[in-house]
């Protein structure tokens, strides 16, 4: 079956950073993009950033443009996000998810991890 373990989370200062981590397995992991979303305490759920299948395209919500950075090692089958230059509001569950994209050109993600937490606080 799909899964997707996120790891790397915790409690860091502002202006710290963090790297967390998404191990995928029971899918062709090189064969499709991969996105991290994330879900602050009380809040909807907020597209952070995307990477397409070879890594070469890399995709960021405004909020977090410039800050932070994601990555995949498709020979570890293992999505990564730098976090850096944190700040307060930052603070959420983070979770990957697989992704596809339908006929449509719509982007979907059919598969989340169980998410990791991130806390910012001073």
């Known amino acids: 079956e799909v899964q997707l373990v996120e790891s790397g989370g915790g409690l860091v200062q502002p202006g710290g950073s963090l790297r967390l981590s998404c191990a995928a397995s029971?899918?062709?992991?090189?064969?499709?993009?991969m996105s991290w979303v994330r879900q602050a305490p009380g809040k909807g759920l907020e597209w952070v950033s995307a990477?397409?299948?070879?890594?070469?395209?890399?995709y960021y919500a405004d909020s977090v443009q410039g800050r932070f950075t994601i990555s995949r090692d498709n020979a570890k089958n293992t999505l990564y996000l730098q976090l850096n230059s944190l700040k307060t509001e930052d603070t959420a569950m983070y979770y990957c998810?697989?992704?596809?994209?339908?006929?449509?050109?719509?982007?979907?993600?059919?598969?989340w991890g169980k998410g990791t937490l991130v806390t910012i606080s001073s």
């Open positions: 029971g899918f062709p992991f090189s064969s499709y993009a």
């Open positions: 998810a697989k992704t596809g994209e339908d006929v449509l050109g719509s982007y979907y993600m059919d598969y």
């Open positions: 990477i397409n299948i070879g890594g070469g395209s890399t």
